[in-house]
């Protein structure tokens, strides 16, 4: 498999004529062959026609159709082979370790996504028996089942080229639902996207889907993407990216006649809590376990911890000379792109400037495009309460450290607190009775609360929530990461009265699916 | 207990100063004591103080403790006695049988809330345990469950003006996630509103539960409702209502700093589609249901049958001239309100003065204010679709029967819908294969769907989807009717790693709320 610069719409490839993308190697500032021809509202409209048309069908089939399709998603991914993750390395600048794990993740993530399509819980099966002699009137039989919502627009991200990008998790879940994607590759990574999007191709075609089950295009400039979201024939939309990116797609489709629902995942500081006897206790291996987190993968994770929160006194000293000693021994790391790093340098440079925040250690320097050096930086709480500015997030390895006078100042501190992916408690025994009351606050705030364990590291799982109160998302109720996300993309149908035969499968009478139900409020177990 | 023309904040009862509201009774057009004095921002805020002082307090209560609220709520109503419904009868013209039996739906309706809230079904906990030895890194102990969001603002509905009002579905459904309530009282039924509110706020005080936990403002035009959702305390809304001021709420609520979401079930002509068999073998029998249907309580139902589609031919001639008749026999019937009496006799002059509409029928005319005729047309599909005007609804028992020139065209019109609460297919045996074909388009058009059953008569169960495509609500994924409509108030939050002793009660080792969980994937059904 070469990277031939074409868009993927249904089985076809395609070169649109618009302005060309092309790929730039981050650690040398280089371009990369070859051309990605810019699609237009024409490639839009002819991805959205296919997948329209694929959508009855696709959300119809089987949950052992969908379930294969997902796996058989991954195992073109894996067939891929080294091409894969040499071309990621180029367009990203990460590692090789980590872009075999990423794709780890990626594969690991399609075939979770085809176990819980199996479970069926996702379907939400309830069942109201009818009562033909209830009194003063006889209830109807009644039987409620999600289904999918319909075509989904999907935008890839930067900081995983693999795991939220074209067979990312937005795309597994929504395939999950049953849904036909399009997903709009990010400019970052282009050849990456077309090798994934080949495989994802090849898995339509091997499990026979209808082509429109999912297209591929690329676009500089925001003209595609909003002409996606603006697309009748789409009904949702995911996006990993900036809050401004994110809050423009709310926007656009607040305002189209049918106004869509958008999982904007967004931005997030993250903020780590060093409770007193933790502090006391450990600040050393704290400070250190803070700097390994901050700086993985240059700190370009949405739940980086940008934000370190505690009060005043010798053992914040010490925890802070501890990570600046720490944070002077980390490398520097090409950032993915770099409109990245120019971002980061930018973000580093006012903290470093601000009158009010010293700096308080910085990573190695290095020579060459796009490094990411660490840095650490401390302020107080009240000029932190007091200036914006130090509320934004950076997005790579920068921390702020808040030295509050007292506990009472830490709970201001965050109840101040914008939404947030996660809040981190570090805590040791003597502390849990202020844990537990910060505990509703940061409830509030943050779809994950930690104890002792760091932000860095989202399992896919069951009980995962990757999300929050905006700005971290645009929509609190719901994750981009783990099972539930499936849920997204879903939205609950009732069948009154309904033969048999018109029933989809999981709601008849005898449970063919073998699903877990609600009767009458009651759990059924699945079988 | 009498009517004092008084808000309610917390425990106080407030005269606002504003521009008072004074209810009509619609049957004689006179103006009812007392009057009650409008809100104004002082009162939102006071609201939502108290409503956002009262949020972790009530959020935390234990299941046992919401469900008792629920339940008191329901008795106190009771308690009102004849007082409530004779006010309802003044305020809204409904007839006492129709009040005593909607006030039984609305005490059901907080019982079932409360059988929910115990079930804890709604937590949707999830646990995927620690793996300490797995490889390559070992997994943290995550746990998830749904919390409530924050203070509710409810806007009554005319319609209901108890079971969609001050206590009704959303107001039920937001207490039973843990959300305190700030309900903006209709102004068509202000004394109704202030004898539930009472029972609400007794309940308060019988449960000690904050007194925040519900207010009850009034107010004439849109500044108080306005207030009331950009008050940053407020985190989600419900609404039962017209379509542009669903939409108008919808835009203020995406306006905010913080978006929030808006529930607002809006607007529906709920299509019938009458299968050919059918129409065939008992035409008669179903048009004298249809219009059973149709002029229940005025029409002045969301989900009343306000389209009807079939094939042109001797059946559906015979269909039309059954339903006359029928409809002939209908005795005129009060109205909720001048406003909503003015804009169904635009509606119905309208459609009548329309060229390619056909009046085939009319109820019994009457003398008296805000009686309503009912009213059947006939119009040809190519009309109905080349004319939107065709395609809005007439809030109130007004029918259009759209005549297709084959069922391709049935087809045509099905697809040209907009979002709709329900679709209904009059079908027999004979019908199965067409049905069949077009149930994939109902299911993306409506959120329920009902075979040989009227739309009217909503049942309030675990299976009940009131909810659909836009504009029939705001949000597609959600019902609000039945106890899926808690949903609505959640937002899940992950805890990790946390000690035994933080963790929510729902997620503690060894089920103390006896929860049914989803462990490493597999439901676990309740204790």
Known sequence: ??????????????????????AINPATSTQIDPDFGGGSANEVDRACALAEAAAVAFRSTSLQTRASFLETVASEIEALGDVLIERAMLESGLPRARLEGERGRTCGQLRLFASVVRSGEWLDVRIDPA?????????????????????VAVFGASNFPLAFSVAGGDTASAF???????????????GTSELVGRAVQAAVSKCALPEGVFSLLFGSGNDLGTALVKDPRIKAVGFTGSRSGGTALMKIAQARPQPIPVYAEMSSINPVFLFPDALQHRGTALAEAFVASLSMGAGQFCTNPGLVIAVR????????????????????QTMLSPGIHAAYADGVSALAGHAKVRQAGKGVAAEGACQCQATVFVTSASDFLSDEALQGEVFGAASL???CEDWAEVTRVAQSLEGQLTATLLMDDGDLEK???LLPTLEEKAGRLLANSWPTGVEVCHAMVHGGP?????????????SSAIQRFLRPVCYQNLPQALLPESLRD??????????????????
């Open 1 to 22: 498999m070469q990277v031939s610069g074409h868009s993927l719409i249904g089985s076809q490839a395609v070169s649109p004529n618009g302005a060309p993308i092309r």
């Open 131 to 151: 009562l033909p002699e209830r009194q003063p009137l006889p209830r109807l039989d009644l039987r409620l089942q999600n289904i999918a919502v319909g075509p």
């Open 176 to 190: 999950a639902a049953g849904c036909p994607v399009v997903v709009k590759a990010h400019s970052a990574h282009p």
């Open 313 to 332: 006194g010798a053992a914040l000293d010490g925890f802070v000379e501890a990570a600046a000693q720490a944070v002077a021994k980390v490398g520097a």
């Open 401 to 403: 450290v808040v030295a």
């Open 435 to 437: 844990a537990a009351q």
């Open 470 to 482: 905006f700005p971290a998302t645009s929509d609190a109720r719901t994750t981009s990461v783990g």
């Open 510 to 527: 005898g449970n063919p699916s073998g699903v877990s139900r609600l009767v009458d409020g009651k759990r059924i177990a699945q079988a």
